[in-house]
């Protein structure tokens, strides 16, 4: 049987540095806006503004907390091109793999995925 993994991932970030990995959740909000006259007593949403959230390791401290940066992260099957700006950094150690630093970020404007 066939398999549909793809293995590998890179990425660049105009901050510098090389791109280890990094993880990317697609986000769309959804206000409640229930009409008791026809809900039946159940909640209704609406979908409305969308925003990424992600993580990325570098092999470099490549930003601080609020630095803005374009991304982008590429996988055989995509490339994820987005404007960010970090919120949290921390330090990445491991025995047996390269180590790094891992910055959180959350998208600000359009994430765009080809």
């Not at 009409?35 to 990424?52: H, R, W």
């Not at 601080?64 to 995509?78: E, I, K, W």
């Amino acid at each position: 049987m066939a398999t549909s993994a793809v293995c590998g991932t890179s990425g660049s970030i105009s901050l510098g540095g090389e791109i280890l990995e990094w993880t990317i959740n697609l986000l769309e909000d959804a206000p409640e806006v229930t009409n008791m006259d026809t809900s039946a007593g159940f909640k209704e949403y609406i979908a409305c503004l969308k925003s990424a959230t992600g993580t990325f390791t570098s092999n470099i401290a490549c930003g601080v907390l609020g630095s803005h940066a374009a991304v982008d992260f590429v996988n055989p099957r995509q490339t994820i091109t987005a404007d960010i700006i970090i919120t949290s950094i921390g330090k990445k150690v491991v025995v047996d793999g390269a180590n790094g630093f891992t910055y959180n970020w959350e998208s600000t404007g359009q994430v765009g995925i080809a």
